[in-house]
T-cell receptor, first 111, second 116 residues
Framework: QKEVEQDPGPLSVPEGAIVSLNCTYSNSAFQYFMWYRQYSRKGPELLMYTYSSGNKEDGRFTAQVDKSSKYISLFIRDSQPSDSATYLCAMSNFGNEKLTFGTGTRLTIIP | DGGITQSPKYLFRKEGQNVTLSCEQNLNHDAMYWYRQDPGQGLRLIYYSQIVNDFQKGDIAEGYSVSREKKESFPLTVTSAQKNPTAFYLC???????????????FGSGTQLSVL
């Protein structure tokens, strides 16, 4: 079993829909949770950064962490074609050298 | 503009050849990292460096080497010992590598390495 599981998709939704992306993990020591967006053949860019449990909102993006279920989510409201990308979850207990990435979910927003 | 520059964007390696991927940052970050990305797999850490003249192996260091002679530069050499080098290579940096917190990671645009 992988330490971090992420559905690779692909996931296609119509423009304007709410998108839900998820990761599950097995290491209960993880405290830092991140979501990265990666356009094709580009480097990932940090979207959301959360410490411990709870919700965090930034514009159309909301990150949720449920440590009791070992489950994290990223919600995208009012999805736009420019949101079409691969979304990577990442997490660690401490230290970037311990960062564990999911495989990424490829998302396409259909105009 | 501050950022991380990787070059070249595309690189081809012949059998038995060593190739070097460049990574330069002008963010004044202390820590730098090299990741490998393969289709269907998460990013895997090759090497990282927390300070100049020091670096540590990541999860998949075999067949790779690095140096950190300057704060802003962290080149990666893919040696002939790496038998499956075809992948997308990503360099990243963070303000500092701390055992107490996770400083945010910033990535370059990547280098696609292919074998001829």
């Amino acid at each position: 079993q992988k330490e971090v599981e992420q559905d690779p998709g692909p996931l296609s939704v119509p423009e304007g829909a709410i998108v839900s992306l998820n990761c599950t993990y097995s290491n209960s020591a993880f405290q830092y949770f991140m979501w990265y967006r990666q356009y094709s053949r580009k480097g990932p860019e940090l979207l959301m950064y959360t410490y411990s449990s709870g919700n965090k909102e930034d514009g159309r993006f909301t990150a949720q962490v449920d440590k009791s279920s070992k489950y994290i989510s990223l919600f995208i409201r009012d999805s736009q074609p420019s949101d079409s990308a691969t979304y990577l979850c990442a997490m660690s207990n401490f230290g970037n050298e311990k960062l564990t990435f999911g495989t990424g979910t490829r998302l396409t927003i259909i105009p | 503009d501050g950022g991380i520059t990787q070059s070249p964007k595309y690189l081809f390696r012949k059998e038995g050849q060593n190739v070097t991927l460049s990574c330069e940052q002008n963010l004044n970050h202390d820590a730098m990292y090299w990741y490998r990305q393969d289709p269907g797999q998460g990013l895997r850490l090759i090497y990282y460096s927390q300070i100049v003249n020091d670096f540590q192996k990541g999860d998949i260091a075999e067949g790779y080497s690095v140096s950190r002679e300057k704060k802003e530069s962290f080149p990666l050499t893919v040696t002939s010992a790496q038998k499956n080098p075809t992948a997308f290579y990503l360099c990243a940096s963070s303000i500092q590598a701390s055992l107490e917190t996770n400083e945010k990671l910033f990535f370059g645009s990547g280098t696609q390495l292919s074998v001829l």
